[in-house]
């Protein structure tokens, strides 16, 4: 795992300074803290920082082919590396190292611009062609690694993360008003989108392209969940086996590795399904990893436990103590060089932290509840239905309003009073739109209320990146459009983000079995009443594996990996939240509406409304702006 960057001027005689990329390259020393390279001539450079899983000793960046007529910086893990080493060694190619990396010079050669198809990883790359004069970079399938670009000062200047195109001498950091809006909405900004005007991040399954100033943006990959849909289907028999084969192969490629490799095992059963597999693949050599809340209705640690002890994983356990989480607050902004309201990044953050004191890389159970329909919302969905047909109009227009407003407010994990408000909430609107909402964060009248006039946009902008990959993604099913919408959106935009920026801050590679692009195209032609059948989520994964885990485990609902962020409100992080959310500050900023942020507050701490998700929205992008922000 690396962090790349690079700049590459239209200008051929322009010449790079290498100092330049050095600093920008120091940027992301945490994604790579084992060595650094670049490759600099005329008006290219290229850099890299290296965190050393394969190869150790060889595999030193930039890569080049024979001729060094072709230099590529990587950041990522290729699982198929040695089947396309023999292929392509077949064909006539030699190969001084034996990391992964090599293969990219070497496939680009052999097959151009369609080696990106050959692929099996996940990945972000950067490929200068000296012959051509051009630069392609590109990204893995599913957006599991990230990369940004800019053109500016007429040149192309790439990154892992915003921060190294922020090195950039005199980079304008000019707020985009549409991602602002976006943000208070989804709680993260959509791809392509980044939060600075004119910077942008290239999406999952693109890669773009600069010879001498031209750019061209192509996809080469995507998603296509229709094919559910008209599928004759086989007995569920035959998909419960076909579906474990297919998880124990992708968990198989993704534990290839020159270092020791771990689970993060939350006791859910997407983390408990990989490190089944993986016990099953190297039993009695799985390390596992977990977190316990001292906060009970936030805490999972006894799946977690009860998973590693049916497995007999080695189980490592990290209890976090309000001190440990509450001292990180203040340092978000740290690693998060774009705000993102998940207030989940901290417990991430400390399990990578911990579990880098044991292990470099770790496997982890992201994407089951986007490929296999794991989350409640898609629930509620179902509920709406029932909700509108069977309750007459007076009593959903007046009585169930009249009760939700006089249920007492708790602080808890995702109480029943925030899932009721919640649900209530998001009745009378598109279902794309209601979905995210119920995901996010404001809603349109709060952001009404919110927003400064020069900064409110017509709502449609803010929604419109939902509604076009609902057309975008050539389902006719709901389901399968909400499913679709998930991967290109929460999945990419928050779940994926939050965890590299997490991990690689703490120098861990977290690999996502779930996602790799084979398991992600055999359930993507499943049956999608396999996915959510009736109320019950994931129905043909518990199904798969319901030998293989304890049966708590398969019985048990979508919790989320959320902090006591609510109660903090209230109590140590007090003085911080109503620092960063002065009316001083606000009205200097100019964003915000500081009467109706004061209000929000006061309602928070005067326990008369839970406002803990708005309240942490408005925090990260305080503690983010007063970092990032001013230049």
């Known amino acids: 795992m690396c962090g790349i960057c690079g700049v590459v001027y239209a200008d051929l005689n322009r010449e790079v300074n290498a100092k330049l990329i050095d600093r920008m390259a120091e940027r992301i020393i945490h994604r790579g803290p084992d060595e650094g390279g670049n490759y600099v001539s005329r008006n290219v450079g290229l850099g890299s920082r290296r965190l050393s899983i394969i190869d150790l000793a060889g595999g030193q960046q930039p890569i080049y082919n024979e001729d060094k007529t072709i230099w590529v910086v990587f950041n990522g893990e290729l699982y198929n590396y040695r089947e396309l080493t023999a292929s392509l060694t077949r064909l006539g190619h030699k190969f001084y190292t034996?990391?992964?990396?090599?293969?990219?010079?070497?496939?680009?050669?052999?097959?151009?611009?369609?080696?990106?198809?050959?692929?099996?990883?996940?990945?972000?790359?950067?490929?200068?062609?000296?012959?051509?004069?051009?630069?392609?970079?590109?990204?893995?399938r599913m957006g599991i690694k990230p990369l940004y670009y800019t053109i500016h000062d007429d040149a192309l200047i790439f990154g892992s993360e915003l921060k190294t195109i922020l090195a950039y001498p005199h980079l304008p950091r000019t707020i985009d008003l549409v991602a602002l809006n976006e943000y208070l909405s989804f709680e993260y900004i959509p791809t392509p989108r980044t939060i600075f005007q004119g910077i942008s991040k290239l999406p999952p399954g693109h890669a773009l392209s600069y010879t001498e100033g031209e750019l061209k943006v192509w996809q080469y990959w995507d998603i296509n969940l229709s094919r559910s849909e008209n599928i004759k289907p086989k007995q569920i028999k035959e998909y419960e086996q076909e579906l474990l084969s297919v998880i124990k192969d992708a968990v198989r490629k993704e534990m290839v590795s020159d270092v020791p490799v771990g689970v993060l095992l939350s006791g859910g059963l997407d983390s408990s399904a990989i490190a089944a597999m993986m016990s099953e693949i190297a039993p009695g050599n799985v390390k596992s990893f977990s977190i316990r809340f001292d906060d009970?209705?936030?805490?999972?640690?006894?799946?977690?436990?009860?998973?590693?002890?049916?497995?007999?994983?080695?189980?490592?356990?990290?209890?976090?103590?309000?001190?440990?989480?509450?001292?990180?607050?203040?340092?978000?902004?740290?690693?998060?060089?774009?705000?993102?309201?998940?207030?989940?990044?901290?417990?991430?953050?400390?399990?990578?932290q911990f579990t880098r004191h044991h292990v470099?890389?770790?496997l982890g159970g992201d994407g089951g509840d986007e490929?296999?329909?794991?989350?409640?919302?898609?629930?509620?969905?179902?509920?709406?239905?029932?909700?509108?047909?069977?309750?007459?109009?007076?009593?959903?227009?007046?009585?169930?309003?009249?009760?939700?407003?006089?249920?007492?407010?708790?602080?808890?994990?995702?109480?029943?009073?925030?899932?009721?408000?919640?649900?209530?909430?998001?009745?009378?609107?598109p279902i794309i739109m209601r979905h995210h909402q119920w995901l996010g964060s404001f809603t349109v009248d709060q952001k009404r209320q919110l927003l400064e006039p020069w900064t409110q946009l017509q709502e449609k902008d803010t929604y419109q990146v939902a509604f076009d990959h609902q057309q975008q993604s050539q389902a006719q099913e709901a389901l399968n459009q909400l499913l679709y919408c998930d991967l290109k959106l929460y999945l990419e935009g928050n779940i994926l983000a939050k965890v590299d920026r997490a991990s690689m801050a703490n120098s861990l590679e977290v690999r996502v079995p779930l996602l790799n692009h084979t398991l992600v195209e055999y359930?993507?032609?499943?049956?999608?009443?396999?996915?959510?059948?009736?109320?019950?989520?994931?129905?043909?994964?518990?199904?798969?594996?319901?030998?293989?885990?304890p049966k708590e485990i398969m019985q048990r609902g979508k919790k989320g990996f959320n902090m006591p962020v609510a109660k903090w409100f209230t109590g140590e992080l007090r003085p911080l939240v109503e620092d960063m959310l002065s009316r001083e500050?606000?009205?200097?900023?100019?964003?915000?509406?500081?009467?109706?942020?004061?209000?929000?507050?006061?309602?928070?701490?005067?326990?008369?409304?839970?406002?803990?998700?708005?309240?942490?929205?408005?925090?990260?992008?305080?503690?983010?702006?007063?970092?990032?922000?001013?230049?």
């Open 585 to 631: 500050r606000l009205q200097r900023e100019g964003f915000f509406n500081a009467d109706f942020v004061q209000q929000l507050l006061k309602e928070h701490m005067t326990g008369k409304a839970d406002r803990r998700k708005l309240l942490w929205t408005l925090l990260v992008f305080e503690l983010w702006y007063e970092h990032w922000g001013n230049g």
């Open 98 to 140: 034996e990391t992964d990396t090599e293969v990219l010079v070497h496939a680009y050669e052999e097959f151009g611009d369609e080696f990106l198809e050959y692929l099996n990883g996940m990945f972000a790359f950067a490929l200068w062609d000296s012959r051509r004069q051009r630069l392609i970079i590109g990204r893995d």
């Open 523 to 549: 359930a993507a032609q499943m049956p999608h009443s396999l996915k959510l059948r009736g109320l019950t989520t994931k129905y043909i994964l518990r199904r798969a594996m319901r030998n293989h885990l």
């Open 296 to 352: 009970p209705s936030f805490d999972e640690s006894s799946y977690a436990r009860k998973v590693a002890h049916h497995l007999q994983t080695e189980h490592y356990e990290l209890t976090l103590t309000p001190k440990l989480t509450l001292d990180l607050v203040p340092q978000l902004a740290q690693f998060l060089d774009e705000p993102l309201g998940d207030s989940s990044i901290i417990p991430t953050f400390l399990l990578s």
């Open 371 to 429: 490929l296999f329909a794991g989350y409640s919302t898609l629930q509620a969905h179902r509920l709406v239905e029932y909700y509108e047909r069977l309750l007459p109009g007076f009593v959903r227009h007046r009585i169930i309003p009249w009760f939700v407003d006089r249920l007492p407010v708790s602080f808890d994990n995702i109480s029943f009073d925030f899932k009721l408000r919640r649900f209530i909430a998001g009745r009378g609107i």
């Open 360 to 362: 470099k890389v770790a």
